[in-house]
């Protein structure tokens, strides 16, 4: 490089060096990078606390360069709570993948957001259960192969249920201040879960704040990278609509302006 | 120097993201392998960058620094 060049997009200080253990072109990283950019852009990398979950992410504290806990399968939430009640001062996140949060994790997740924590919640939805080998997640598509539903989530004939879309399930609640779903399936995309998280994160000290993206799982939909993104273009969307469901902040804020007009 | 990317070849697992997002289309997988075993991504036309950083952020190993040169 000539010293002239300027670096337009470097290595996130809030990221640690180590190499992940995702399999190629699992979009786990992406988010990772997100939520480090989010640290490093509101300069609180050395007051946040991450709570890792169970899962895929499993090893996500050795990816964070802050300080990060481990928590039980699905209890991320519960260990932030503790963490927000007795250091309020503290920026606290948890990282959460669909088994973890939307299967074991389910009343957890509910309650926190409906007693309002102050925390941020990563979610991190592809449809299956990455880490165990492909099983059927409360989030698969109806129709969808997985090792454990081999022939298609059938809902019906063999009661395996519908897909659960946690957004609007939280978005039923008074409690949470910030709702938002948020796909990773391209760059242009990802600008703007870049500007979603960041949002989440500044959000944080008003309330409940929870952020959704939709990633992929190449290595046990059984499709390659690319591929896998393409597909889930296609068929995720239509079930994961992406959008801000609710942000309380600024809706505060329209109401205020209108109110002056 | 120009726009250009560099790409940390230890760190790419080669999972081609990079090259499906370019919209110049100059990333390719190369030839040789790095020490995962990956054909790791290589920038093939440098003075066609338009440094938009497309490729950089859909890496999901962070392998890329995109850098804009001074005109």
């Known amino acids: 490089m000539d010293a002239n060049d300027t670096a337009v997009f470097t290595y996130p200080r809030s990221l640690s060096r180590t190499p992940t253990h995702y399999c190629p072109g699992c979009l786990h990283g992406v988010a990772h990078r997100l939520v480090a950019e989010a640290i490093d852009a509101l300069g609180v990398r050395e007051k946040t606390v991450g709570i890792c979950p169970v899962g895929c992410s499993v090893l996500a504290y050795k990816y964070f360069d802050c300080d990060m806990i481990e928590a039980s399968h699905g209890r991320a939430p519960a260990v932030a709570t503790g963490v927000k009640r007795a250091r309020p001062d503290l920026v606290c996140f948890t990282y959460q993948g669909d088994g973890d949060l939307a299967s074991i994790g389910m009343a957890e997740i509910i309650h926190a957001a409906n007693r309002n924590e102050p925390i941020t919640v990563i979610f991190y939805n592809n449809a299956i259960y990455g880490m165990t080998g492909g099983q059927m997640a409360p989030t698969t598509l109806v129709g969808m192969k997985t090792s454990t539903s081999p022939t298609g989530r059938d809902p019906i004939d063999r009661g395996a249920g519908y897909p659960i879309r946690m957004v609007e399930l939280l978005n039923t609640l008074e409690g949470p201040v910030y709702l938002a779903r948020q796909s990773l399936l391209s760059s242009a995309d990802i600008f703007r879960a870049r500007r979603v998280v960041q949002r989440a994160f500044s959000l944080q000290s008003k309330g409940f704040t929870f952020v959704e993206f939709v990633g992929t799982c190449p290595t046990n939909w059984g499709m390659a990278p690319v591929e896998a993104r393409e597909w889930a273009q296609k068929r995720m969307i239509e079930v994961f609509p992406i959008g801000v469901f609710r942000d309380r902040e600024a809706e505060a804020a329209k109401a205020s302006a209108a109110k002056e007009a | ?71």
């Open chain 2, 1 to 71: 120097m120009a726009n250009h990317i560099e790409i940390d070849r230890d760190r790419c697992k080669g999972c081609g993201l990079c090259v499906a997002s370019c919209p110049r289309q100059i990333i390719e997988l190369g030839r040789d392998i790095n020490a995962k075993g990956y054909h790791f991504a290589v920038q093939v036309d440098p003075s066609r960058c338009i440094a938009c950083q497309m490729c950089a952020v859909s890496c999901p190993d962070v392998a890329i620094t995109v850098y804009r040169g001074r005109k």
